[in-house]
Nanobody, 121 residues
Framework: HVQLVESGGGSVQAGGSLRLSCAFS????????MGWFRQAPGKEREAVAT???????FYADSVKGRFTVSKRDASRSLFLQMNSLQPEDTAIYYC????????????????WGPGTQVTVS
């Protein structure tokens, strides 16, 4: 039974930083993708950053140079370091996972966490 649980969301002023964490369990696929999606009010879910099991990363153009995705397999944790946050980064952020390659379409992902709110003012 796969479980993903996010933490680290909150409210921050523009220009500030937050670090999101995702604890995952019951997940043992070799060759897998994990990452972060977000959904702002009235908008569709969008891929923010992904990381394949070989370390290959993807970033949305809107977050390149500001966000960094990383993971620590030993502690079964995924992270998203978010710097220089802007009001347009306000959204619910979701941790996701899937066996196989990374994609940017949300319907490609089998496993989702419940989400954590990030608010930038």
């Amino acid at each position: 039974h796969v479980q993903l649980v996010e933490s680290g969301g909150g409210s921050v002023q523009a220009g500030g930083s937050l670090r999101l964490s995702c604890a995952f369990s019951g997940y043992a696929y070799s060759g897998h993708c994990m990452g972060w999606f977000r959904q702002a009010p009235g908008k569709e879910r969008e891929a923010v950053a992904t990381i394949f099991s070989d370390g290959t990363t993807f970033y949305a153009d809107s977050v390149k140079g500001r966000f960094t995705v990383s993971k620590r397999d030993a502690s079964r944790s995924l992270f998203l370091q978010m710097n220089s946050l802007q009001p347009e980064d306000t959204a619910i952020y979701y941790c996701v996972a899937r066996p196989g390659p990374c994609y940017t379409r949300p319907d490609e992902y089998n496993f989702w966490g419940p989400g954590t709110q990030v608010t930038v003012s």
